[in-house]
């Protein structure tokens, strides 16, 4: 009995070590979404003003989300709270964050969209 608890406990760390593992993977591809999303806290205004992180592959945002987003929504919760913050965007255009911001810093599938990063019309990837 002692020692099928030992495989059991083995067997539990080790698919929680994949789950860990799997998400460092996923977050080391990932980066922020430059398409605002609602950031939740308008009250009853319903403004789409926060650019937030996201991983290489997977999608979670209040109003929605992929399987992969789902499946990872507790990491990427805890990764947004430790590493890679939301950013809202200010109606007064006082956003230092956005000039500090590299291309590596933006989601790969978001890189094509950035006019404000470029000097001319050529895509940089």
């Given at each position: 009995?002692k020692?099928?608890n030992t ?10 070590v994949?789950?860990?593992?799997g ?7 990932g ?20 650019v ?24 990427i ?6 590493v ?8 007064d ?11 590596s ?8 969209n950035?006019?404000w ?9």
């Amino acid at each position: 009995m002692k020692r099928r608890n030992t495989f059991l406990l083995i067997g539990v760390a080790g698919v929680f070590v994949l789950y860990g593992a799997g998400y460092v993977a996923n977050s080391a591809r990932g980066g922020y979404w430059t398409t605002p999303e609602r950031s939740g806290g308008m009250g009853f205004m319903h403004v789409d003003n926060a650019v937030r992180w996201q991983p290489g592959c997977g999608y979670l945002s209040p109003r929605r989300s992929d399987l992969l987003g789902q499946f990872y929504a507790p990491l990427i919760w805890l990764d947004r709270q430790l590493v890679h913050r939301t950013y809202l965007i200010k109606m007064d255009r006082s956003n230092p964050w956005l000039t500090q911001m590299v291309l590596s810093d933006i989601h790969p599938q978001c890189r094509s969209n950035l006019w404000w990063k470029q000097t001319d019309d050529t895509p940089r990837n």
